[in-house]
Nanobody, 125 residues
């Protein structure tokens, strides 16, 4: 059974940091690009970042560039999203997603091969 389990969300003050984790199982993690997608309350999905299967290539949404860092540990089948300098507009449910296609990204989790159930991030004072 394929599983992507996100964790690490919570309530944080503006300017604070959180580190999200996504533990994968049931598929060959090292063959998949990993992505983070988010959905703010009452809004559509928004693609945030991706990392190549080997970890050597990363891409970011402009609004998170310089604040968020995606990384992965293929030995642990886990992808991370380090989020610094958080802003209220970063408040959202954060989902990780997996897909083997190198030139692919989408704002819609269901278009990925696999995706998780999400972890809530709330940035508020």
């Amino acid at each position: 059974e394929v599983q992507l389990v996100e964790s690490g969300g919570g309530l944080v003050q503006p300017g604070g940091s959180l580190r999200l984790s996504c533990a994968a199982s049931g598929f060959t993690f090292g063959n998949y690009w990993m992505h983070w997608v988010r959905q703010a309350p009452g809004q559509g999905f928004e693609w945030i970042s991706r990392i190549s299967s080997g970890g050597g290539t990363t891409t970011y949404l402009d609004s998170v560039k310089g604040r968020f860092t995606i990384s992965r540990d293929n030995a642990k089948n886990t992808v991370y999203l380090q989020m610094n300098s958080l802003k209220p507009e970063d408040t959202a449910m954060y989902y990780c997603a997996a897909d083997p296609r190198a030139a692919f990204f989408s704002r819609t989790p269901s278009e990925y091969a696999y995706w998780g159930q999400g972890t809530q991030v709330t940035v508020s004072s």
